[in-house]
Structure formats: C-alpha cells, structure tokens
C-alpha cells in the first residue's frame, strides 16, 4: 500500500498542489488526467523528490517519510522504490541499450556484471528489443528509445513506476508499440502512477482515474466513471471535449 497525504508544493506564492491525498493499491495503475498547467508533472515529479514539497509524506509499506524532514539516504531509498520514466527518455547516449538497462543494476543494486546483464537482457526481451542490446540510442528510434526507457525503469523492480506523459514526444506511429510494454507491465502486476492526454490509452490500462485540477483532485473514479457518468461540471466539460476531438 502507498499513500500520499497532504502533500502540498507552491511555485512563487502559486499554490500547485494544494494538499493532495492519495492511496495506490499494490498492483494498481492510477491515471492523472487533467488541463495544462493542473499540477500532473508536479505531483509526479514531488512524489520521489525531483520537486521539493513543502508538506506532506508518503509511506510505502513499513518506509514513511516527512517531505519536511526527509534525510539524504531516504531520498535514495525514495527513488529506489519510485523509478520514473520521462517524455524525453533521459538515456545515455554514449551506452549501448544494453548497458543503458545495466547501469542501475550495477551502480544502485550492486550487482554483480553477469547478474546486471541476464536481468537486463530479460526487461529487453519483454519490451521487444532483444535484437537491440548493442545499438545506442542514435541509432534507436523514439518508440524503441522510450522501450529502453521503460526496461531501465522495471528492472529496478519498483514499489511504483512513475510515467510522465511517456508518448507524447512520439510521432503517432510508434506511439502504440510503447503503449502495448506499458500495458504489459500493467498486466504483470506492476504498480503505476500515469500522467497521459492520451484518453483512449488511459481508458484502457487505468483502474483509477484522477481528475486534476488547480492543485487539488476534484474527481476521481474508474474510467467508465469519469469518462462516461462525470459528476463534476468541469470534469464534464474536460471529457466532452476530448471526446469531440478524438472519437
Ligand atoms: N519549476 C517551476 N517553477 C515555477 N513554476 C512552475 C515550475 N514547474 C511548474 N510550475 C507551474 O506549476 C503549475 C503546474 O505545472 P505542471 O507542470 O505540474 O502542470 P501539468 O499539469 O503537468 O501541465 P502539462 O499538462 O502542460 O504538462 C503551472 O502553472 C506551472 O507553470
Ligand atoms: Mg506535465
């Protein structure tokens, strides 16, 4: 069980998340939908502490952390358990694929470099790239970057995985091969928090969906419940425009 409470973040006196509370079963996929600017990336980014909150704690099990008080080593552990995968995939340039998955194998777990390449070659193969390993990512494309992305991240085993808006720095045909490894994790029982405009995506993978807006969930429910039976006008307003637009 993880669970954030009152977790709160102002930007220059803007408040940004505005005492946010939330609950994430094991094995549960929880979307962030909500307008530009609604506080999606922050709550992402302020829950494994690449923004600094100005309140709130999470616990992750029997972990329980102050963002207040939180000490250096718990940040580290923090991320250990709360690996993110960004737009902009953040690989290593100069490492093979391979080595790119290794990395925090070696460096972060301590294992040994045998150990580092059979788990690395296994998170390759599920996302389909077995036949990548040695390429670097100049010579990838965006959705087989965003793959190795997403290998990096599982095999760390996270208690969460973290997604920001991962296809959306994708040309619209690679978008549904990173979508496919990202549903496969889900189905393997991988916890995520997903932040994504993609409605159709996220209606098909989340359990949960969050509506934010101005710092605060001012909806949330299954997908059927907020896509189909909305309650609030907003959110109302939100999905009848993408359903405009998209279907
Ligand atoms: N580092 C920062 N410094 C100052 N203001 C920031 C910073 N990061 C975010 N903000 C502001 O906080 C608010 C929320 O931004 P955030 O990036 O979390 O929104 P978002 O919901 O992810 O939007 P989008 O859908 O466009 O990605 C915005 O008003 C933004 O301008
Ligand atoms: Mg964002």
Known sequence: MIRISNLTKEFSGQKVLDGLNLDIEKGEVVALVGASGAGKSTFLRSMNYLEQPDSGTIE????????????KEDVLILRRKLAMVFQQFNLFERRT????VKEGLKIVKKLSDEEATKIAKEELSKVGLSDRENHYPRHLSGGQKQRVALARALAMKPDVLLLDE????????????????????????QTMVLVSHDM????????????????????????????????????KEFFASYKKTFI
């Open 166 to 189: 991962p296809t959306s720095a994708l040309d619209p045909e690679l978008v549904g091969e990173v979508e496919k490894s990202i549903a496969d994790a889900a189905k393997s029982g």
């Open 60 to 71: 992750i099990d029997d972990f329980k952390v102050d963002f207040t008080t939180i000490s």
């Open 97 to 100: 694929a391979l080595d790119n």
């Open 200 to 235: 159709s995506f996220v209606r098909q993978v989340a359990d949960k969906v969050l509506f934010l807006e101005k710092g605060h969930i001012l909806e949330e429910g299954t997908p059927d419940q907020l896509f189909n039976h909305p309650k609030e006008e907003r959110t």
